[in-house]
């Protein structure tokens, strides 16, 4: 497999996959996916990073996240500090001297996947009362273009339970980004939309209940194929967001989004302006599928 890479910019988007040691399901325990979300939740708090979407397995997991690296702030950076220091018995103090080192490390994707595989892997022992390797070697992941690929990739993660036969409906799925935005909708809660370029031509008020209507609506055409092939093109919101079905189902059925030999997901175009900004060329044919038109919404 190639060398992973990582850009160094404010906005990176990344498709990150862990697998547990030996795809035991170590993570079956809802209380385990849990306590996976609360870290997660945690860790975007201290580290420049934003999930986008997330799935909890049994034996994996999936995000889509963008890693920031905003302005230099001194006080943003001791708050996120003594936030990561809160969590530890003996939590040390901030000195000025430490600010850029903790700013290099909270704008890093390797940093960030670092400390939620190990913090995990520490809180799991401590929940089983084991000890050992609770994630199967280091994660993978792709770099990702915003619009029609950042949504097959988001699609993709949520549509993890409907693949595996969990579920049918992905909303249902409380261990995912889309279960966690309906059940927030449910409590009358205004919870925040997943930055997705495709959102943003949206009304704010409708972000969220759009997410999770979009995700819906792909598990009924996953589900069933006539609904699929009467219903291309489709145009999911009166507001103009137009989708090519027939090349999102084309990269979810290929498993494009998850096509970890790769080290681009998106267009041409990106996939190369992306390597060049890393020093890399390889060559670009046998590509997948990439959905097209879903980011052609009309303001």
């Known amino acids: 497999m190639a060398r992973r890479i990582k850009l160094q910019k404010d906005g990176a988007l990344y498709h990150v996959m862990t697998r547990t040691a030996q795809q035991v399901h170590w993570l079956k325990d809802p209380a385990v996916k849990e306590m996976l979300a609360d870290h997660m939740n945690y860790l975007t708090d201290v580290f420049y990073c934003s999930i986008l979407a997330h799935a909890f397995m049994d034996n994996h997991y999936h995000l889509l996240l963008r890693v920031d690296r905003p302005e230099f702030d001194l006080e943003d950076i001791k708050r996120r500090f003594e936030l990561a220091e809160s969590r530890k018995v003996n939590p040390r103090r901030f000195h000025e001297h430490m600010a850029e080192y903790l700013y290099n490390r909270y704008t ?148 494009a989004p998850a096509n970890w030999s790769k080290l681009v997901y998106g267009s041409d175009a990106f996939t190369r302006r992306t390597l060049e900004a890393v020093g890399r060329l390889i060559p670009l044919h046998r590509r997948e599928a990439t959905p097209t038109g879903s980011s052609s919404a009309v303001a």
């Open 108 to 255: 890093d994707l390797s940093d960030f996947m670092y400390y939620f595989n190990r913090g995990t892997a520490v809180a799991y022992n401590k929940q089983a009362g084991t000890n050992g390797h609770l994630w199967g070697g280091r994660y993978k992941n792709v770099v990702v273009e915003e619009g029609d690929a950042e949504l097959a990739v988001a699609t993709y993660i949520e549509m993890n339970a409907v693949k595996a036969g969990i579920i049918e409906d992905p909303a249902e799925y409380p261990h995912s980004s889309v279960g966690v935005l309906k059940q927030k909708l449910e409590a009358d809660e205004e919870p925040k939309a997943p930055e997705l370029k495709v959102l943003e031509h949206l009304p704010k008020e409708i972000q969220a209940k759009t997410y999770v209507d979009w995700m819906r609506y792909v598990a009924l055409t996953l589900l069933a194929p006539d609904l699929r092939r009467a219903s291309l093109p489709k145009q999911f919101t009166d507001e103009g967001w137009v989708v090519d079905m027939k090349a999102l189902h084309e990269a979810l059925e290929t498993r």
